[in-house]
T-cell receptor, first 114, second 114 residues
Framework: AQSVTQLGSHVSVSEGALVLLRCNYSSSVPPYLFWYVQYPNQGLQLLLKYTTGATLVKGINGFEAEFKKSETSFHLTKPSAHMSDAAEYFCAVTNNNAGNMLTFGGGTRLMVKP | DGGITQSPKYLFRKEGQNVTLSCEQNLNHDAMYWYRQDPGQGLRLIYYSQIVNDFQKGDIAEGYSVSREKKESFPLTVTSAQKNPTAFYLC?????????????FGSGTRLTVV
């Protein structure tokens, strides 16, 4: 079984401030982890993913995430928020035993204040 | 360019009507998925299909039906039995069995009951 918990359904930051979106997962075997972004009235777009190897993963738009096995976490960060980062962000997990069925977290809506 | 096309983008349904949402992909992906998205409720899986002529119920299949007659196409019918169909519907596809691939999403269809 696998699950994902995203702490904070809404996060608000000021433009230029650090963005930190939290994701914790559970997986009985080594996980593959994903972050997706969804802008209003659009589909989900892949930001980044962790499969194997380097635990710090860089994605599009200046985002990065670090896989921490000991903490079962995959938090998403960006050093400096931009107004265009306002969107909903979803963390997802799968593993080799799940075929490729993704389990999604509940999502975090990021608001960026000017 | 390869991708997933959902149509229409907006759809209005009268009470008691069946409506069909289209999802077409040219990525040569085996697996396709339908999700429903309501405000504050994340993504909920309706149906998925791993191969042609086979599909499985997800978590909220009641009131919905699907078909998978072609690899490229996975239409979703919202029947009159679905009591609260107003929502945003997302289609996705992936390579079945390749866990680290992730999903590719369409741009969604917003269905409103009038």
């Amino acid at each position: 079984a696998q699950s994902v918990t995203q702490l904070g359904s809404h996060v608000s930051v000021s433009e230029g401030a650090l963005v930190l979106l939290r994701c914790n997962y559970s997986s009985s075997v080594p996980p593959y982890l994903f972050w997706y972004v969804q802008y209003p009235n659009q589909g989900l777009q892949l930001l980044l993913k962790y499969t194997t190897g380097a635990t710090l993963v860089k994605g599009i738009n200046g985002f990065e995430a670090e896989f921490k096995k000991s903490e079962t976490s995959f938090h998403l960060t960006k050093p400096s928020a931009h107004m265009s980062d306002a969107a909903e962000y979803f963390c997802a997990v799968t593993n080799n035993n799940a075929g490729n069925m993704l389990t999604f977290g509940g999502g975090t809506r990021l608001m960026v204040k000017p | 360019d390869g991708g997933i096309t959902q149509s229409p983008k907006y759809l209005f349904r009268k009470e008691g009507q069946n409506v069909t949402l289209s999802c077409e992909q040219n990525l040569n992906h085996d697996a396709m998925y339908w999700y429903r998205q309501d405000p504050g409720q994340g993504l909920r899986l309706i149906y998925y299909s791993q191969i042609v002529n086979d599909f499985q119920k997800g978590d909220i299949a009641e009131g919905y039906s699907v078909s998978r007659e072609k690899k490229e196409s996975f239409p979703l019918t919202v029947t009159s039995a679905q009591k609260n169909p107003t929502a945003f519907y997302l289609c996705a596809s992936s390579i079945w069995g390749v866990a680290n691939y992730g999903y590719t999403f369409g741009s969604g269809t917003r269905l409103t009951v009038v």
